[in-house]
């Protein structure tokens, strides 16, 4: 079965700074997708980048990047100019390219220090 | 558009009390999901709706938890009877159809079972 881990609990960085947050993941497959979500305090889990695990190129939007090690089986998430706006939690998570369940992490909990 | 909607946003139940969750996909979404955390750990899958159909419910922990989709619509999740393990913050996704396709979560309900 696939597995999802996030070694971080919580993490916090310097507003401006830039952050990264750790995901493993383990599989048999070759094919699949890798997401971010990111969850702020008492609102609803939303896409922040997503990754296909045939291209080699790093997926990035705006100020978040991924960095996305397929023979490790690592798919990092780097926030840079972090703003206050960003302090949530953030979950990894794993889908298979046939398969439509979606296996997470249990998340880290990122605080942004003005 | 509205976005994935769950009701109630918190629910406090005494053990052996039934309580049942219900999830609003966005309107168009085949895909149903119904996840759950317990707390400090990872978002666990609980079973996947293809319209009104289970494709999937493995993740189901046991008999008293039962899952419908009406007209292949909203979701209901009810738990009879709960006990406190049952505690947690129940989340729904829906998607549309392929793996690349992102999921797109309700606020979650977080379930108390005293």
């Known amino acids: 079965a696939q597995t999802v881990t996030q070694s971080q609990p919580e993490m916090s960085v310097q507003e401006a700074e830039t952050v990264t947050l750790s995901c493993t993941y383990d599989t048999s497959e070759s094919d699949y997708y890798l997401f971010w979500y990111k969850q702020p305090p008492s609102r609803q889990m939303i896409l922040v980048i997503r990754q296909e695990a045939y291209k080699q190129q790093n997926a990035t939007e705006n100020r978040f990047s991924v960095n996305f090690q397929k023979a490790a089986k690592s798919f990092s998430l780097k926030i840079s100019d972090s703003q206050l706006g960003d302090a949530a939690m953030y979950f990894c998570?794993?889908?298979?390219?046939?398969?439509?369940?979606?296996?997470f992490g249990t998340g880290t909990s990122l605080t942004v220090i003005p | 558009e509205a976005g994935v909607t769950q009701f109630p946003s918190h629910s406090v139940i005494e053990k052996g009390q039934t309580v049942t969750l219900r999830c609003d996909p966005i309107?168009?979404?085949?895909?149903l999901y119904w996840y759950r955390r317990v707390m400090g750990k990872e978002i666990k899958f609980l079973l996947h709706?293809?319209?009104?159909?289970?494709?999937?419910e493995s993740g189901m922990p046991n008999n008293r938890f039962l899952a419908e989709r009406t007209g292949g619509t909203y979701s209901t999740l009810k738990v009879q009877p709960a006990e406190l393990e049952d505690s947690g913050v129940y989340f729904c996704?829906?998607?549309?159809?392929?793996?690349?396709?992102?999921?797109?979560f309700g606020q979650g309900t977080r379930l108390t079972v005293v």
């Open positions: 996704a829906s998607s549309q159809e392929g793996g690349w396709t992102e999921a797109f």
């Open positions: 709706f293809v319209k009104e159909s289970k494709q999937d």
């Open positions: 998570a794993y889908r298979g390219r046939t398969g439509n369940q979606f296996y």
């Open positions: 309107s168009g979404h085949d895909n």
